[in-house]
C-alpha cells in the first residue's frame, strides 16, 4: 500500500525571520547604527555597485540572513531626502505650511510607500516565479526576505536620488524652462536615473544563488530606452511636469 504522506522538504522560511521590533528599536539608538559603511555602501552604490552586493553575500554568511540588521541605511537616506526636498522648498515654496506638506509627501510617498510596494511585488515575484526548484527534498528551501527585498529597493534608491534630486536641483532653473533642450536634458536624466534603478535592482537579486532568469528585472530598461525618444518628440519635460505637482505657482 502506498503512504498517504508525502516529506516536505525543509524551508529556510521554517526558521526565524528577522524580527521588525528589533530593526526599529535600533532606530532611535544611533550607538548601534553603523554610519560609516552605510555611506561606504551609498558611495559604492554610485561607484561599484557589485562590490556592495559582494559584501552582502558576506552578511549572509555571518548573519545567516540576506537582510541588513542595521536601520541605518534607511534612515540616512531618509534624513538625506528630508534636507534635498527642504532645499527645494526654500528655492521654490514661501509657505512654511505648504513645505511642511511637501517634505512629508515626499518622503512618504517618494521612497516609504512606493519602496514597500516595490518590494512587496518583487517579494512575490521571486518567491512565486525566479525560485530555482530544489533538486531533491532533502535540500533546504530558500527564500527572499521581505526586508531584503526592501534593502534591494533602498539601495537602487539611492543613486536615483543623487541624480533626480541632488544634481536635478541644480539644474533645476534650466531643466524646467521652455524649449527643446531643457526637455531633452530632463529627459535623459530621468532615463539614465530610471535605468540605474532597475540596474542595481537586477544586481540584488542576481546576487541570491537560489533565483534564475532573474534578467527579468533588466526588462524595464528597454522600455525606458523605447519611450525617451517618444516623450522627447511629443515635448514631455518631466521636471517641469513633477515640480509644477508641489510648486506649481513658481514654475
Known amino acids: 500500500m502506498l503512504p498517504t504522506t508525502s516529506k516536505q522538504r525543509p524551508s529556510s522560511s521554517s526558521r526565524p525571520n528577522p524580527t521588525w ?18 555611506f561606504w555602501q551609498m558611495l559604492h552604490l554610485c561607484t561599484s555597485p557589485k562590490v556592495v552586493y559582494q559584501h552582502t553575500k558576506y552578511h549572509k554568511q555571518t548573519k545567516n540572513q540576506w537582510a541588513r540588521d542595521d536601520p541605518a541605511f ?40 512606493t519602496g514597500v510596494f516595490l518590494a512587496t511585488f518583487c517579494w512575490f515575484l521571486t518567491n512565486a516565479y525566479l525560485r530555482e526548484e530544489a533538486p531533491n527534498s532533502y535540500v533546504v528551501e530558500q527564500r527572499v526576505e521581505w526586508m531584503y527585498a526592501f534593502d534591494v529597493h533602498c539601495n537602487s534608491f539611492f543613486p536615483m536620488f543623487v541624480l533626480l534630486y541632488v544634481i536635478h536641483y541644480f539644474l533645476s532653473p534650466l531643466l524646467v524652462a521652455h524649449g527643446f533642450i531643457p526637455e531633452l536634458l530632463s529627459n535623459l536624466l530621468f532615463m539614465v536615473g530610471a535605468s540605474y534603478y532597475h540596474y542595481l535592482n537586477f544586481l540584488g537579486y542576481d546576487v541570491l544563488p537560489f533565483l534564475e532568469r532573474t534578467t527579468f528585472f533588466l526588462y524595464p530598461i528597454g522600455v525606458v530606452i523605447v519611450l525617451s525618444p517618444i516623450l522627447i518628440l511629443s515635448g514631455f519635460n518631466p521636471s517641469r511636469y513633477l515640480m509644477s505637482i508641489y510648486f506649481s505657482r513658481q514654475i
Open 74 to 113: 534607511v534612515v540616512i537616506c531618509s534624513l538625506l531626502l528630508t534636507v534635498a526636498t527642504l532645499a527645494y522648498c526654500a528655492a521654490y515654496d514661501h509657505s512654511t505650511a505648504h513645505a511642511l506638506f511637501v517634505v512629508f509627501s515626499v518622503l512618504l510617498f517618494h521612497f516609504l510607500l
Open 21 to 38: 521590533l528589533p530593526y526599529l528599536r535600533r532606530i532611535i539608538k544611533w550607538q548601534q547604527m553603523d554610519i560609516e559603511y552605510t
